[in-house]
């Protein structure tokens, strides 16, 4: 880690993404930071233009600056969506500083937007671990719960109200059941084929007698047919 003198308002440190510059000292808003330099690139020379790394910062078509020498200190400073710094290009005078654009309090990560094409090619593909995206994934991450949780006590809400629902269709069967069961008549129960006031089904009474027998009737005898008389022969 290269040195830094004292009197710089920053130092190096660990942040969430690695290695940060933090401030040391309070910084106002509009103050120049720290510049950012390093070997200038020429794109109209191809084995210069063909330097790929992560800390080529763009001045314009042609100049780039090469900031992956380890005497660069801005290189430390990491990106953000909601930055308190901001890069201020000089393209005439190939210079880039990093200037702030809100008081930075000391303690306070330094940060600045590293841009959309930097953004695309290297922080989206993994995801921007900014404190502004980090707090943007916790607060969905708390809205996810909180939809989880909402449609859960739903779903108990309405297995509980369908549980209720059955248990009194349940209660209200059995109430209606029973009351059935108390107003219907009860039959007269055989005793061995034969009913309570002695008479089987036969009409015979249980000592063998017949109904006619009971009531002391006896049977009419049966008339024999009164033949017609025998003509007289007349001499």
């Known amino acids: 880690m290269p040195s830094i003198p004292s009197n710089k308002p920053y130092r190096v440190g660990r942040s969430r993404t690695g290695l940060g510059l933090f401030a040391t000292k309070p910084i106002k808003k509009g103050t120049k930071i720290i ?3 390093g070997p200038l690139l020429d794109s109209k020379k191809k084995e210069e233009d063909a330097i790929e790394n992560k800390y080529l910062f763009e001045l314009n078509n042609r100049w780039t600056i090469d900031g992956s020498v380890r005497k660069n200190i801005a290189r430390y400073i990491n990106h953000s969506c909601r930055p308190n710094a901001e890069s201020d290009v000089k393209p005439r005078k190939r210079k880039v500083f990093i200037r702030a ?39 969905k991450r708390a809205e996810v719960r ?5 449609l859960k006590a739903k779903a108990e809400r309405k297995a509980l109200k369908k549980a209720e629902k059955l248990a009194k269709a349940d209660a209200n069967l059995k109430d209606k059941l029973k009351a059935e069961a108390e107003h219907t008549p009860k039959k007269t129960p055989k005793l061995n084929g034969h009913s309570r006031n002695g008479m089987s089904m036969n009409g015979t009474s249980l000592n063998g007698s017949s109904r006619l027998r ?8 049966r008339k024999r047919p009164v033949s017609a008389p025998a003509p007289v022969l007349q001499a």
Not at 146 to 150: D, F, G, L, S, Y
């Open 35 to 37: 510049r950012y330099f």
């Open 101 to 139: 654009i809100k008081n930075i309090e000391p303690g306070e990560e330094i940060n600045y937007d590293y841009g959309t094409d930097y953004f695309k090619a290297y922080l989206k593909p993994i995801g921007c671990k900014c404190a502004a995206c980090e707090k943007k994934r916790k607060k």
């Open 146 to 150: 909180a939809e989880k949780a909402r």
């Open 214 to 221: 009971a009531s002391g009737k006896k049977s009419a005898a």
